[in-house]
């Protein structure tokens, strides 16, 4: 059985050797093989179209509960100097879900050290978090229609807060989130004479001026975020011909997000209509809001058994998770856990998760996993 200074090992190496979305065979592969080697009783059952995995369990009669932990890493390059850094020039695993992954191997280890245990325990390493496609593929996946655990637990690190607090909240826990990527070409003229020009710059920037106007009055939106503007050549004499603009919407409720996205297709065909304009819109890596509508109250048992401090979140997080698809499936519950006030912030170059966090994240784990058995 491996040690806590094994799996810690193994979170060092996983943060060395970082994969991007849809690129994590490598990590499949090691944790796989970790797994059957350390655990050889669990079944490891993979997807047909992505690198995720299950790893699952019998132990005796009882409720069905599954883990998630995320495999994918972020192209951001890390500036951090100690050895275990990225071994990789361009990603990094910024996110902490080399974390969230070591958190489900110590989970496993503290399930198999039980002398009394009952129920399924099913550990699932999902691909292609960060790009909002990892779930969703899963779940359309054939080889995964078996997997349907009767409660999806998962958390999140989250930096700025103390050490191993949890953090709860009923309802929606993390906000929902869409891109937007609009086209618009217009009709280019010498830039004295804009009157004889369609300007798609000046298109975009009323496009994005109008759904800020829309956001502002649908109650519960979280956030408009300008990612992009791409408009003309490098140069002050022509009026441009096209323009790209990328925003990013957030919100708490996915009603919400549907009624912008709405309006946004009715925006678009206003631009189709003006003479020498033409206009695309296209929505990608959509993330559905995650709500907590089950197991607060058990999560705030576990943690007073545990004498571990709890906080209430008046507002959801405005960062989004696909871990909301799963909801379709079975019910889920996602908690956060404090990485420290003083730890660099999510998708920060210098992030590094915090090993005191294994210990503390996987305990949780097996103790809602033994509640919701009794309950």
Known sequence: MPSAETIEEVRHYLHQNPEMSGEEAQTSAFLQKFIHQNFPDFTIYKSSNSHGFAASK??????????RAELDALPIAEDNIFEHKSQKKRSSHACGHDGHMSIL???????????????TASFLFQPAEETGEGAQKLLEDHAFNHFKPDVL????????????????RSGTFACGSVG????????????????????????????????????????????????????GLDTFGISPLDSKLLITLRAAESSDLNKVMTEIRRMT??????????AEVAFEEFFPPTS??????????????????????GNPFRWSEDFGHYSGRCKI???????GVHTAPLHASTYDFPDELISSGSEIFVELYNHLLRV
């Not at 019998?58 to 883990?67: L, R, S």
């Not at 519950?333 to 990485?339: I, K, N």
Request: some cysteine; charged content about 20%; overall charge negative.
């Open 292 to 313: 907590n509508d089950y197991f607060h109250t058990d999560l705030e048992q576990i943690c007073s058994k545990l004498k571990r401090p709890i906080k209430q979140m």
């Open 153 to 168: 637990l998962a958390l999140h690190n989250i930096p700025g807060e103390p050490l191993g607090l949890v953090l709860s």
């Open 269 to 278: 065909e206003e631009i189709n209509e003006i003479d020498g304009a033409t």
């Open 105 to 119: 191997l110590a989970a496993i280890q503290r399930l198999e050290d039980q002398t009394t245990i009952s129920g």
């Open 180 to 231: 937007v990527r609009l086209n618009v070409k217009g009709k280019t003229a010498h830039a004295a004479h804009p009157e004889e020009a369609v300007n798609p710059l000046m298109l975009a920037k009323s496009f994005f001026d109008e759904i800020l106007l829309v956001t502002n009055n649908t109650k519960g939106f979280s956030s408009v975020t300008p990612i992009a503007l791409q408009s």
């Open 333 to 339: 519950h996602m908690f956060g856990l404090g990485a």
């Open 58 to 67: 019998k132990y005796g009669e009882g409720a069905h509960i599954g883990f």
